[in-house]
């Protein structure tokens, strides 16, 4: 035998002996119908690794485990595991409200306890749950002798892919998601050249990394979501990218302020991180089916909601974005900082007694249940390009032209709820210095809801909108919000964690590029492929506050700008874009005389179940809902740019019964561009088992009521 081949055999043998000393150690676990398996072993110098399968193929490839830490050795190796713990679940809970009202929770789930071989002899665990939809993953850190905080300098989690996947994603900014998607491999994905946007109130991106939920598609047709589910007391997560191995590496938002990214107590309790996520699919629509990520929370722990009642709602908000109105007063501020009215109003100011009132009785007369009024406290003089905006908001002192009690008193009697509006302008320690004053008069008036908005750079400087000290105010708010009956509506949040299982009053949130941009970016709005990627994207976290039923969609106040949809697909968003919470964002007058309006009347916000009917990312969705307690289904189904014909099969409806449905559709010559108002209302009879087809235009949708014929 040669010398070479003396080499390669002991080479050969090294390499065989060591993956039998790896494989003797692996430790694995199936979901319940064995779709999804999560391999963990140690590698020969004790560093956690994990794979994922979906269907015997590999999907996430080896990935390593580990963190960095301030004035303490990283954990990353040198580890062994000293025993693992597993249990199988299958429950079903209850929605109070939701795409669903029941849904099922069945996983297997694994607990290996790992402890450093050397000292200081640290343990921790890493907890694995295998769902046939998905798997989860989180860290846990066991208190430690002498130690009595955690602080996290980086968590180092990978999620090798196995090739240059297509991806959905926008950049990892640390202060907004207000960024339109990208379609783009692996290999191209650039966040960084998206640094400078001229559009956006404020970004911050500081690598090559994206937000998540971040969606993609394999060569052979898997699709794979990452995000992460119950964020409490961390940072937010992007994942970083490397362009060549394909491999996407854990990236907590940090704090210049602080200058770490995670400080936990540590010294009487465990510290748990947020789940890290993947779901998994063989169809797109598969996804959004996924209930992962409210699975992944813990139950309700705030009690009954009821006196939250899922609406829609009307308000003083697209006005102000046309430029029809604004949202100061004409105020001044003296000496002291108190706001004064000088006699100098400018006429223009939105939130008016008298204004509210219209809108209340439109609300009345529809059968809408809100009105949210913003611009109605004083401070928005000061609200956005200022440096120091602490102290500027007053979130109980209305304006001189807007009498909050009368108002409310006025929409009870019309049996419309006043919602109220809060925006911090970026200065959370502000609200928290007024959160019981302000949620205390809210309570007293029998308001029960609140968006809350935080434009602008956070005060103070060196935080930011996804870090830390952030997602534990926008917790802060939910608590007080529980504490006084109060529900949420937060934009400018941090992103959804399926919180809302938990705190049931985490009732929707903005976070991505909204309805408004469609009235005043400079690049021309939202393009059509715009929600068709939404709807497998941001709407896998929770739901969204989009304010869609524009009907003015050419936007004649505003030059250069247009919606980028039909009407028929402004009606088809009431059922594809998830809340409970919708909006009738346009003006009053302009859904006077219009038919098209009678399926934002009818249209249901609650719902009994979801089925999604067929899809595929960026191109087209459609999505039935059946409404609780009426039997009801709504269909809405919305495209890209290009035309196309769908075929709905109703074999969803129930058997034996006839609904009277009502069809609102592009008609021949409708485009988005040229012709987006154009509309066919047409009725049928329909019952389990018919099949429509249905042309949908350039930018267009089609949304049916489909009801128990009487």
């Known amino acids: 035998m040669t010398k070479t081949k003396i080499i390669l055999l002991f080479i050969t043998l090294v390499l065989i002996i060591s993956c039998k000393q790896e494989q003797l150690i692996v430790t694995s676990l199936s979901s319940p119908k064995k779709s999804n398996t999560i391999e963990f072993y140690l590698s020969q110098d004790g560093t956690p690794r994990y794979l994922v399968k979906h269907k015997n193929k590999i999907v996430i490839d080896s990935s390593s485990m580990g963190f960095d830490f301030k004035n303490q050795p990283a954990l990353k190796s040198g580890l062994e595991i000293i025993d693992t713990r597993s249990n199988s679940v299958d429950e079903t809970w209850e929605m109070q409200w939701g795409e669903q009202r029941k849904v099922k929770n069945h996983y297997n789930e694994l607990i290996i306890e790992l402890e450093e071989i050397a000292a200081p002899n640290r343990k921790f665990n890493i907890h694995f749950k295998a769902y046939d939809d998905g798997i989860g993953f989180r860290y846990e850190f066991l208190p430690q002798q002498g130690v009595d905080s955690l602080i996290v300098m980086d968590e180092n989690t990978e999620f090798q892919l196995t090739g240059d996947h297509t991806t959905w994603w926008i950049p990892g900014d640390w202060d907004i998601y207000e960024h339109l998607y990208n379609t783009t491999k692996i290999s191209e994905i650039n966040a960084l050249a998206l640094k400078d946007h ?15 939920p971040v969606t993609m598609r394999t060569a052979d047709g898997i699709y794979l979501s990452f995000h992460e589910a119950n964020l409490t007391d961390y940072a937010g997560m992007t994942l970083k990218v490397d362009n060549d191995t394909f491999k996407l590496t854990s990236e907590l938002v940090g704090s210049d302020r602080l200058g770490y990214k995670v400080k936990r107590a540590l010294s009487e309790k465990t510290v748990k991180t947020p789940w890290r996520t993947i779901q998994i699919a063989d169809k797109a629509t598969e996804l959004i089916d996924s209930k992962l990520i409210v699975n992944l929370n813990e139950p309700n722990k705030i009690g009954d909601v009821s006196w939250f009642e899922p609406k829609k709602y009307a308000g003083i908000w697209w006005e102000m974005h046309i430029d029809k109105s604004s949202w100061d007063y004409g105020m001044a501020m003296d000496e002291d900082g108190k706001w004064i009215d000088n006699g100098k109003a400018h006429g223009r100011h939105g939130a008016t007694t008298e204004n509210t009132k219209k809108y209340i009785d439109f609300a009345a007369k529809n059968g809408i249940k809100g009105v949210l009024v913003e611009g109605w406290n004083t401070g928005w003089e000061r609200w956005i390009g200022f440096e120091d905006r602490e102290g500027v908001f007053d979130f109980v002192t209305p304006y001189p032209d807007y009498d909050l009690k009368a108002l409310t008193q006025y929409g009870k009697e019309k049996g419309v709820e006043i919602i109220m509006h809060h925006e911090t302008s970026g200065a959370p320690r502000t609200y928290e210095k007024q959160l019981d004053t302000a949620f205390h008069m809210m309570s007293q008036l029998g308001i029960h809801s609140v968006k809350t908005g935080y434009v602008g750079k956070i005060i103070p ?8 000290w ?81 009907f003015d969609i050419s936007l004649p106040t505003k030059e250069n700008n247009q919606i980028n949809t039909t009407l028929a697909q402004q009606l088809a968003l009431y059922v594809v874009i998830y809340s409970p919470i919708q909006m009738a964002c346009d003006l009053p007058e302009n859904y006077e005389n219009q038919p098209a309006f009678q399926f934002i009347k009818d249209v249901g916000v609650n719902w009994e179940q979801t089925i999604v009917l067929n899809g595929e990312i960026g191109d087209y969705v459609t999505i039935a809902r059946e409404e609780r307690n009426t039997g009801n289904w709504f269909v809405g189904s919305i495209t890209d740019e290009n035309k196309r014909e769908i075929t709905i099969n109703f074999d969803f409806l129930k058997e034996g019964e006839t609904y009277q449905a009502v069809l609102y559709k592009d008609s021949d010559d409708t485009h988005y561009k040229n012709n987006p108002t154009a509309i066919d209302i047409e009725h049928l009879e329909i019952e389990k088992g018919t099949t429509k087809k249905i042309n949908l235009a350039e930018g267009g949708g089609v949304a049916i009521s489909i009801m128990l014929k009487k």
């Open 198 to 212: 001229n559009n956006l109130a404020q970004t911050t991106i500081p690598e090559n990394a994206v937000n998540t």
């Open 470 to 550: 952030m997602v534990n105010h926008y917790r802060k708010v939910l608590e007080a919000g529980a504490k006084y009956k109060v529900a949420i509506n937060a934009h400018e949040p941090i992103k959804a964690t399926g919180i809302r299982r938990t705190y049931p009053n985490a009732i929707a949130r903005e976070g991505l590029r909204g309805q408004e941009f469609n009235a005043w970016a400079a690049d021309g709005g939202n393009p059509p492929e715009h929600l068709p990627i939404v709807a497998f994207t941001r709407m896998l976290a929770g739901p969204i506050d989009f304010t869609p039923g524009v």
């Open 461 to 468: 400087k060196g935080e930011y909108h996804h870090g830390q």
